[in-house]
């Protein structure tokens, strides 16, 4: 079956410190896969996606296809990164959906 | 740009009671998807509307809920009669066609409390 797995429920780093937040997945051939966060009391929204090799806030993701991973990383996590994270792939079929994975809560302490 | 709008906010009611959400998507935006997000986990898909036609129920409880979309805009999701276990946040999302971005924009959610 087609999933993604989160294996950590909670995170919890100090200022400065780097961060990895991890992601597999169960696909097979090359997924389009998304990072979502939800910051207190906010909407969802999203983070990055892998397609576009993009850094939003610092936060990158690189698609690792021999481990089957997409996981987040920040070299010097903020205080304000605290946040719940959702890796995100798509149902593979022609209408595009996104599946959620459980989500990691990550606190960054002072 | 206004964003996806949701109401009610919150909502409180006995298990057996019925109880009605409603969705604007923004403008533009074909697809439309109910989200259902239990306290402690990730949001699960219920039902995904393309325009007005239903793309994807699989994970909708027929027995219970329904949603409609019927001018291809605002959507309506309902459940009926609910149970305990339906306590949840419900999101609304919606997203462009035709741009494989994958980019979801939520609404705030509804979130409903059965007692």
């Known amino acids: 079956a087609q999933r993604v797995t989160q294996p950590e429920k909670l995170l919890s780093v100090f200022k400065g410190a780097p961060v990895e937040l991890k992601c597999n997945y169960s696909?097979?051939?090359?997924?389009?896969l998304f990072w979502y966060v939800q910051y207190s009391r906010q909407r969802l929204q999203l983070l990055l996606r892998h397609i576009s090799r993009e850094s939003i806030k610092g936060f990158t993701a690189d698609l690792n296809k021999g481990e089957t991973s997409f996981h987040l990383k920040k070299p010097f996590a903020q205080e304000e990164d605290s946040a719940m994270y959702y890796c995100?792939?798509?149902?593979?079929?022609?209408?595009?959906?996104?599946?959620f994975g459980k989500g990691t809560l990550l606190t960054v302490n002072p | 740009e206004a964003g996806v709008a949701q109401s009610p906010r919150y909502k409180i009611i006995e298990k057996r009671q019925s109880v009605a959400f409603w969705c604007n998507p923004i403008s533009g935006h074909a697809t439309l998807y109910w989200y259902q997000q239990i306290l402690g986990q990730g949001p699960k898909l219920l039902i995904q509307f393309q325009n007005n036609g239903v793309v994807d129920d699989s994970q909708l409880p027929k027995d219970r809920f329904s949603a409609e979309r019927l001018k291809g805009v605002d959507s309506t999701l309902k459940i009926q009669p609910a149970k305990l276990e339906d306590s949840a946040v419900y999101l609304c999302?919606?997203?462009?066609?035709?741009?494989?971005?994958?980019?979801?924009?939520f609404g705030e959610g509804s979130r409903l409390t059965v007692l």
């Open positions: 696909y097979s051939g090359s997924p389009e």
């Open positions: 995100a792939p798509p149902r593979l079929g022609s209408n595009y959906k996104l599946t």
């Open positions: 999302a919606s997203s462009s066609t035709g741009v494989r971005t994958g980019e979801l924009f």
